[in-house]
Protein backbone atom coordinates (compact mmCIF):
# COMPACT_ATOMS: atom_id res chain seq x y z
CA UNK A 1 0.00 0.00 0.00
CA UNK A 2 1.41 3.67 -0.93
CA UNK A 3 -0.75 5.04 1.87
CA UNK A 4 -1.22 8.55 0.83
CA UNK A 5 -0.12 9.99 -2.66
CA UNK A 6 0.55 13.68 -3.12
CA UNK A 7 1.68 15.30 -6.57
CA UNK A 8 3.91 17.27 -7.31
CA UNK A 9 6.37 17.28 -4.42
CA UNK A 10 7.59 20.49 -5.26
CA UNK A 11 5.77 23.61 -7.26
CA UNK A 12 6.73 27.46 -8.31
CA UNK A 13 4.06 29.62 -9.54
CA UNK A 14 4.09 33.08 -10.74
CA UNK A 15 1.71 35.44 -8.94
CA UNK A 16 -2.10 34.95 -10.67
CA UNK A 17 -1.08 31.31 -11.84
CA UNK A 18 -3.50 28.58 -11.65
CA UNK A 19 -2.63 25.14 -10.41
CA UNK A 20 -4.56 21.95 -8.99
CA UNK A 21 -2.45 19.79 -6.10
CA UNK A 22 -3.14 16.01 -6.49
CA UNK A 23 -3.93 13.70 -3.71
CA UNK A 24 -5.11 9.89 -3.57
CA UNK A 25 -5.07 7.79 -0.86
CA UNK A 26 -5.28 3.91 -1.44
CA UNK A 27 -6.53 2.72 2.32
CA UNK A 28 -10.47 2.95 1.38
CA UNK A 29 -10.86 5.53 3.55
CA UNK A 30 -13.93 7.94 3.55
CA UNK A 31 -12.90 11.35 4.89
CA UNK A 32 -9.94 13.58 3.36
CA UNK A 33 -8.65 16.76 4.35
CA UNK A 34 -6.15 19.54 3.13
CA UNK A 35 -3.70 21.12 5.67
CA UNK A 36 -1.06 24.15 4.83
CA UNK A 37 1.67 24.33 7.42
CA UNK A 38 3.25 27.45 7.81
CA UNK A 39 6.64 28.16 10.16
CA UNK A 40 5.28 28.70 13.64
CA UNK A 41 1.67 27.94 12.67
CA UNK A 42 1.65 24.49 13.04
CA UNK A 43 -1.51 22.56 10.30
CA UNK A 44 -4.67 24.93 8.99
CA UNK A 45 -7.41 23.02 7.78
CA UNK A 46 -8.23 24.34 4.71
CA UNK A 47 -11.16 22.25 3.26
CA UNK A 48 -12.33 18.59 4.42
CA UNK A 49 -14.43 16.19 2.54
CA UNK A 50 -16.25 13.27 5.54
CA UNK A 51 -17.40 11.59 2.33
CA UNK A 52 -16.99 11.00 -1.62
CA UNK A 53 -19.26 13.66 -3.11
CA UNK A 54 -18.95 16.31 -0.29
CA UNK A 55 -16.96 18.79 1.02
CA UNK A 56 -16.75 21.49 3.73
CA UNK A 57 -14.52 24.77 4.39
CA UNK A 58 -11.79 24.69 7.18
CA UNK A 59 -10.16 27.53 9.15
CA UNK A 60 -8.47 28.97 5.80
CA UNK A 61 -10.50 28.14 2.53
CA UNK A 62 -9.74 31.67 1.03
CA UNK A 63 -8.02 31.53 -2.11
CA UNK A 64 -8.63 27.32 -2.95
CA UNK A 65 -11.25 25.18 -4.24
CA UNK A 66 -11.62 21.57 -3.81
CA UNK A 67 -13.03 18.16 -5.53
CA UNK A 68 -13.72 15.11 -4.28
CA UNK A 69 -13.29 13.48 -7.59
CA UNK A 70 -14.27 9.67 -5.91
CA UNK A 71 -13.45 8.06 -3.16
CA UNK A 72 -9.74 7.58 -3.74
CA UNK A 73 -9.15 11.18 -4.85
CA UNK A 74 -8.97 14.85 -3.38
CA UNK A 75 -7.25 17.82 -5.12
CA UNK A 76 -6.66 21.29 -4.21
CA UNK A 77 -7.26 24.10 -6.83
CA UNK A 78 -5.35 27.54 -6.27
CA UNK A 79 -7.28 29.46 -9.15
CA UNK A 80 -4.94 32.90 -8.51
CA UNK A 81 -1.89 32.05 -6.90
CA UNK A 82 -0.50 34.76 -4.09
CA UNK A 83 2.58 35.26 -2.58
CA UNK A 84 0.86 34.49 0.95
CA UNK A 85 -0.61 31.02 -0.55
CA UNK A 86 3.63 29.94 -0.19
CA UNK A 87 3.43 26.85 2.03
CA UNK A 88 3.86 23.69 2.23
CA UNK A 89 0.31 21.52 1.71
CA UNK A 90 -0.45 18.50 3.40
CA UNK A 91 -3.29 16.12 2.14
CA UNK A 92 -4.50 13.62 5.07
CA UNK A 93 -6.76 10.81 4.95
CA UNK A 94 -9.34 8.87 7.89
CA UNK A 95 -11.39 6.38 8.25
CA UNK A 96 -14.61 8.72 10.27
CA UNK A 97 -17.43 6.31 10.42
CA UNK A 98 -19.74 8.81 12.27
CA UNK A 99 -19.44 11.75 14.58
CA UNK A 100 -18.31 9.54 17.59
CA UNK A 101 -15.57 7.89 16.19
CA UNK A 102 -11.58 8.94 16.60
CA UNK A 103 -9.25 7.81 14.16
CA UNK A 104 -5.58 8.72 13.13
CA UNK A 105 -5.20 10.32 10.00
CA UNK A 106 -2.27 9.64 7.98
CA UNK A 107 -0.78 12.27 5.88
CA UNK A 108 0.89 12.66 2.51
CA UNK A 109 4.47 13.50 1.70
CA UNK A 110 3.71 16.90 1.35
CA UNK A 111 3.35 19.95 -1.47
CA UNK A 112 6.39 22.46 -1.22
CA UNK A 113 4.54 25.75 -3.18
CA UNK A 114 6.71 28.79 -3.57
CA UNK A 115 4.57 31.90 -4.96
CA UNK A 116 6.79 34.43 -6.64
CA UNK B 1 -14.71 27.65 17.38
CA UNK B 2 -12.00 25.35 19.35
CA UNK B 3 -8.47 26.97 20.02
CA UNK B 4 -5.04 24.61 20.92
CA UNK B 5 -2.34 26.62 22.54
CA UNK B 6 0.81 24.67 22.84
CA UNK B 7 4.09 25.45 25.31
CA UNK B 8 6.90 25.44 25.13
CA UNK B 9 7.55 26.67 21.23
CA UNK B 10 11.19 25.37 21.63
CA UNK B 11 12.28 22.32 24.15
CA UNK B 12 16.08 21.73 24.94
CA UNK B 13 16.72 18.54 26.85
CA UNK B 14 19.93 16.40 27.25
CA UNK B 15 19.85 12.75 26.42
CA UNK B 16 18.02 10.90 29.28
CA UNK B 17 16.07 13.42 30.65
CA UNK B 18 12.51 13.83 30.23
CA UNK B 19 10.51 16.18 27.91
CA UNK B 20 6.51 17.48 29.00
CA UNK B 21 4.80 19.59 26.01
CA UNK B 22 1.66 20.90 27.49
CA UNK B 23 -1.90 21.86 25.62
CA UNK B 24 -4.67 23.77 26.30
CA UNK B 25 -7.95 23.95 24.60
CA UNK B 26 -10.51 26.13 24.72
CA UNK B 27 -14.03 24.34 23.52
CA UNK B 28 -15.15 21.85 26.55
CA UNK B 29 -16.98 19.80 23.51
CA UNK B 30 -13.58 18.20 22.68
CA UNK B 31 -13.17 14.68 23.08
CA UNK B 32 -10.18 13.34 20.86
CA UNK B 33 -6.70 14.22 21.58
CA UNK B 34 -3.99 12.93 19.29
CA UNK B 35 -0.38 14.05 19.15
CA UNK B 36 1.76 13.98 16.19
CA UNK B 37 5.39 13.94 15.38
CA UNK B 38 7.12 15.65 12.04
CA UNK B 39 10.66 14.70 11.78
CA UNK B 40 12.66 17.37 9.30
CA UNK B 41 11.42 17.12 5.93
CA UNK B 42 8.52 14.25 7.06
CA UNK B 43 4.84 14.07 6.83
CA UNK B 44 3.55 14.43 10.77
CA UNK B 45 2.86 10.90 12.30
CA UNK B 46 0.67 10.05 15.23
CA UNK B 47 2.69 8.97 17.95
CA UNK B 48 -0.35 8.84 20.91
CA UNK B 49 -3.87 9.67 20.91
CA UNK B 50 -6.35 9.78 24.18
CA UNK B 51 -10.30 10.41 24.37
CA UNK B 52 -11.94 12.03 27.01
CA UNK B 53 -12.65 9.31 28.89
CA UNK B 54 -9.61 8.85 29.87
CA UNK B 55 -7.09 10.41 32.24
CA UNK B 56 -3.76 8.66 31.10
CA UNK B 57 -2.28 6.30 28.66
CA UNK B 58 1.40 5.14 28.53
CA UNK B 59 2.82 3.49 25.18
CA UNK B 60 6.66 2.64 26.30
CA UNK B 61 8.39 5.81 26.63
CA UNK B 62 5.66 8.47 26.23
CA UNK B 63 2.47 9.07 27.36
CA UNK B 64 -0.39 11.82 27.27
CA UNK B 65 -2.56 12.72 30.46
CA UNK B 66 -5.27 14.80 29.91
CA UNK B 67 -7.30 17.22 32.29
CA UNK B 68 -10.85 17.94 31.13
CA UNK B 69 -11.41 20.18 34.41
CA UNK B 70 -8.66 22.40 33.20
CA UNK B 71 -8.98 21.64 29.58
CA UNK B 72 -5.27 20.69 29.12
CA UNK B 73 -3.47 18.00 28.14
CA UNK B 74 0.16 17.19 28.14
CA UNK B 75 2.84 14.84 26.45
CA UNK B 76 5.83 13.44 28.63
CA UNK B 77 8.46 11.94 27.08
CA UNK B 78 11.28 10.06 29.48
CA UNK B 79 14.71 8.46 28.72
CA UNK B 80 15.11 10.83 25.19
CA UNK B 81 17.46 10.11 22.92
CA UNK B 82 19.02 11.71 19.92
CA UNK B 83 15.83 10.27 17.45
CA UNK B 84 13.09 11.81 19.77
CA UNK B 85 14.38 15.09 18.06
CA UNK B 86 11.17 16.95 16.28
CA UNK B 87 8.11 18.97 15.94
CA UNK B 88 5.75 17.83 17.80
CA UNK B 89 2.27 18.90 17.47
CA UNK B 90 -1.03 18.15 19.66
CA UNK B 91 -4.54 18.81 18.71
CA UNK B 92 -7.95 18.33 19.35
CA UNK B 93 -11.23 17.31 17.87
CA UNK B 94 -14.44 18.70 18.80
CA UNK B 95 -17.47 16.55 19.27
CA UNK B 96 -19.29 15.94 16.37
CA UNK B 97 -16.73 17.65 13.84
CA UNK B 98 -16.40 14.60 11.33
CA UNK B 99 -13.03 14.26 12.17
CA UNK B 100 -11.65 17.76 12.01
CA UNK B 101 -8.77 18.60 14.01
CA UNK B 102 -7.18 21.85 15.25
CA UNK B 103 -3.57 22.21 15.56
CA UNK B 104 -1.47 23.57 18.55
CA UNK B 105 1.53 25.93 16.56
CA UNK B 106 4.08 22.84 17.57
CA UNK B 107 6.89 22.17 19.48
CA UNK B 108 10.83 21.93 18.24
CA UNK B 109 12.22 19.00 20.79
CA UNK B 110 16.28 18.84 20.70
CA UNK B 111 17.67 16.15 22.35
CA UNK B 112 21.08 16.48 23.18
CA UNK B 113 23.59 13.36 23.22
Known amino acids: NAGVTQTPKFQVLKTGQSMTLQCAQD?????MYWYRQDPGMGLRLIYY???????DKGEVPNGYNVSRLNKREFSLRLESAAPSQTSVYFC???????????????FGPGTRLTVL | GENVEQHPSTLSVQEGDSAVIKCTYS??????FPWYKQELGKRPQLIIDIRSNVGEKKDQRIAVTLNKTAKHFSLHITETQPEDSAVYFC????????????FGKGTKLSVKP
Open chain 1, 92 to 106: ASSEVLGLATYNEQF
Open chain 1, 27 to 31: MNHNS
Open chain 1, 49 to 55: SASEGTT
Open chain 2, 27 to 32: DSASNY
Open chain 2, 91 to 102: AAKRRGSQGNLI
